[in-house]
């Protein structure tokens, strides 16, 4: 709410990035409320709240390349209407999404699936990273860990961090997001993406990892 009359008093629109809505691992820490169920449909349209959301995270539908937009704004929705004439949805694809939404039993055992191994590879990595004395920023949701790999770095410059990335992917073949992909305003730190391939990769992915910052704190002491 506070971000919302933030933006009203600036006479601003603000759109609601929902997409990792039910990428929730540790639920039991945090519950995720969506923008919709905290202001009532007149008060998004007074207040200019838009909510965006796909299927490309929470049900790992990234080709499918279909987002949905809520708004209670005739003149948004118009815009859009005109828009989405030329680059709709085909009907195969709206079918078979409608078909997954509108079957309850089948949405709630796939969440309760994915959140139970979302869990699983996450305390997974954050185990071994604690093991290593890693620095991380803990999550309760998402399919990312944001990690600080700064002490493994000759220095706190960008350059230093893209020469730890070249070592992590052409010497151990770990592709990490560097953090100036990200803009993230200190070097050191490095995006793990846990959730795109089978447990078993990332399991290994993880070893290679932790292989890799004991060769290269090895190398520091010498």
């Known amino acids: 709410r506070a971000v919302t009359e933030w933006a009203v008093a600036r006479e601003m629109h603000l759109i609601v990035d929902e997409v990792y809505a039910n990428c ?3 639920r ?34 990234s080709g499918f390349r279909v987002g ?39 949405i709630d055992a796939y969440l309760d699936r994915n959140e139970a191994l979302l869990r699983e590879i996450y305390d997974e990595l954050t185990t071994s990273l604690d ?21 493994y ?12 990335w070249r070592t992590l992917a052409f010497e151990y073949r770990l592709n990490l997001t ?18 795109a391939c089978p447990r078993a990769h990332v399991s290994a992915a993880i070893a290679r990892l932790r292989k890799a910052l004991d060769a290269i704190a090895s190398s520091q002491q010498q």
């Open 28 to 61: 039991d820490e945090a519950h995720f409320a969506s923008i919709a169920s905290i202001f009532s449909a007149e008060e998004m349209a007074e207040k200019r709240v838009h909510l965006v959301y796909g299927f490309s995270k929470d049900f790992g539908l």
């Open 24 to 26: 929730q691992h540790h």
């Open 131 to 151: 093991a290593q004395r890693v620095p991380f920023a803990p999550a309760v949701a998402g399919i990312f860990l944001w990690i600080d790999l700064s002490a």
């Open 178 to 195: 560097p953090g100036v992909a990200c803009h993230s305003p200190s070097p050191g730190w490095f995006r793990f993406c846990f959730a």
């Open 68 to 106: 949905c937009l809520y708004s209670e704004m005739p003149t948004v929705l118009r815009c859009l209407s005109t828009l989405g004439y030329f680059h709709s949805v085909s009907v195969e694809t709206q079918c078979l999404l409608a078909k997954i939404v509108t079957d309850d039993a089948w």
């Open 153 to 164: 770095m000759r220095s706190d410059t960008i350059d230093d961090e893209i020469a730890l």
